[in-house]
């Protein structure tokens, strides 16, 4: 007997011959004393059509009620998806994120999980059913309904088969497993069949939509093993945990390739060179909930300013630019410059760490497809490098190609 936590997205009940199939295969796959439980996330492009319809009634819609707005979305999927085990034969319950027992912050439109109390899953669960619970949403202690971000279904899974203390968390997606690259762009890319929690949160981070980087973040921190595998063909994916078991994975010094498009470069302009004044641009930033990723502080053409350059999500820029317009009579700055055709490629691996020639590695496969770098960051896992957006794709088979050559 196994208790599981399965993660379907949109794209797997987008319509109800989606649906069905979903729940065809969930069936076959069970073993008779095997509980399940499975996360949604809201149908198709349910939360986009949301997000276009709240834009049309208020310019500057209130994060809580875009959250009550778009929780909505779930709460379809999951009592579709109900009612088709049910048709089936099989007892099936649905609960909202609330009901499951995810309590969160009140962190609207970007909440963070706290705890789940599974209890009421427990009970459904030990009456025979099958589980279906809405992904990407919560119960703040305030009692206002909370939602996670985008990819949050991820989080929530992970979550609640922490708090299951699952056998296993299966988050299912349109690729059959975490690639060294993206195969859509990249042809030559290689399921691994592993890859630590560290890893994978690095990629996650840097651009990998496979997983969400706080769902590797939960999964780490409570030792849940993430089999991420593929909705439509019953193949073997790639198991995310604390420690290869695998003497091929361990091979590997750079993990994986990974591009980023939605993000945006911010340069204020003319900052004075006194301390404290980075300070003040990224507290202010943060107190918004804005994060920030590549920084880079270079002298300007006025003597004793300083140029403060940073990248944050594209969806964050005009907040940010907002932000960084309300500080600047009192700071001094000249200006704020903004640019958004901008992408971030990443290589990534725990073993670049004491491996000398990755960064020139790098720095030569995207120079030999004259490729200009306009920021450079590093940790010690990971080298980032922002681009040109029109130039992602040729940059990301250039260095996937450089490190993970065909194989003879």
Known sequence: MALLVKKFGGSSVATPEKIYHLVDRVLAEKKPDDRIVIVVSAMGDTTDDLVTLAGRVSRHMPKREMDMLLATGEQVSIALLAAAFQERGQKAVSLTGPQAGVRTNANHTKAGI?????????????????????????????????????????????????????????????VDGVY??????????????????????????LGAGVMQPRAVEYGEHTGVDIHVRSTFHNVEGTIIRRNYTLEA???YVVRGVTSDVNVAKIAVRGVKDLPGVAFRIFDALAK???????????????????DITFTCQKADMADA???????KPDMGFSRVDMEANVAKVSVVGAGMLGNPGIAAGMFGALAAK???????????????????RDQVEIAVNAVHDHFFPEQA
């Open 114 to 174: 706290l705890e789940v109390k599974p209890d009421r899953i427990l009970k459904e669960l030990d009456d025979g059913n099958v589980v279906v619970v809405a992904g990407f949403q919560g119960l703040a202690d305030t009692g206002d309904i909370t939602t996670l971000g985008r990819g949050g279904s991820d989080t929530t899974a992970v979550a609640v088969a922490a708090g299951l203390k699952a056998d296993l968390c299966e988050i299912y997606t349109d």
């Open 288 to 306: 918004v909930n804005i994060d920030v990723d590549m920084i880079v502080q270079s002298a300007s053409a006025v003597p004793e300013k300083n």
């Open 370 to 388: 004259n490729i200009n770098l306009i920021i450079i960051s590093t940790s010690e896992i990971s080298i980032s490098c922002l681009i040109p």
């Open 321 to 327: 630019v907002g932000v960084l317009e309300t500080l």
């Open 249 to 251: 994975e361990k091979e």
């Open 180 to 205: 060294t690259a993206d195969p859509r762009v990249v042809p030559g890319a290689r399921k691994l069949k592993e890859i630590t929690f560290g890893d994978m949160l690095e990629l996650a981070r």
